[in-house]
């Protein structure tokens, strides 16, 4: 069986695009230490390297999420994306997103799956990608600004009702002071329109109401 497999595989391609396609998540295969030719493993060698780089198969398949410049791996590999097998706690910051050849439909998929990650879109925009560079940084850096502007307006919106709250708070303690009643103070300023966030604040601000 392991010599009709190994005459199986004319080129490197051929025998990558095997293990990927026959991937398991509950298991991790070596068919690429076993199977692939010499003059194709040395190619992953330094010369401080003495021993095979890739002795398991996702070893391999996770740096040629990021590296690989072959469309039809790029291709096969995003369509496991999720697999547990291409999951490491040292590849964590990394994904296809950084391979600069990756095709344009892919770099789309990965840009608008990042929208709401400013440190992945950031790893993005300082990749050379090939193809269309100057058009996919633009792209970039528009959801980064757009970004940037929903995370302004959040901390506005809540700076608002953070003083608010103040201004409510001090406006009742004033009513007090000019002789009104604690009672009616309290009624007309925590009514059911009184906006949930106001009434957070509100509560920060006079200590928890347990």
Known sequence: MFNNLFNKFKTEKELILHIIENHSSKSFTQLYDRFARKEWKEKYHDNDTKYQLYRWDNWLMRDLVVFSDDE????????????????????????????????????????????????????MSNVEYKINGEKRNRMINSVIGDLISKERKKKEDKMKDQLRAFLITADATKSVLTGKSIDDVVEETITEDTDEQVLYYMNKLLGKVK
């Open 72 to 123: 039809d791996i790029i291709r096969a590999l995003h369509k496991i994306r999720y697999s547990r097998i291409l999951k490491s706690d040292s590849h964590g910051a990394l994904s296809m997103s950084v391979n600069k050849n990756i095709p344009d439909d892919i770099f789309e998929y990965y840009l608008y799956w990042n929208d709401d990650d400013i440190k992945q879109l950031t790893r």
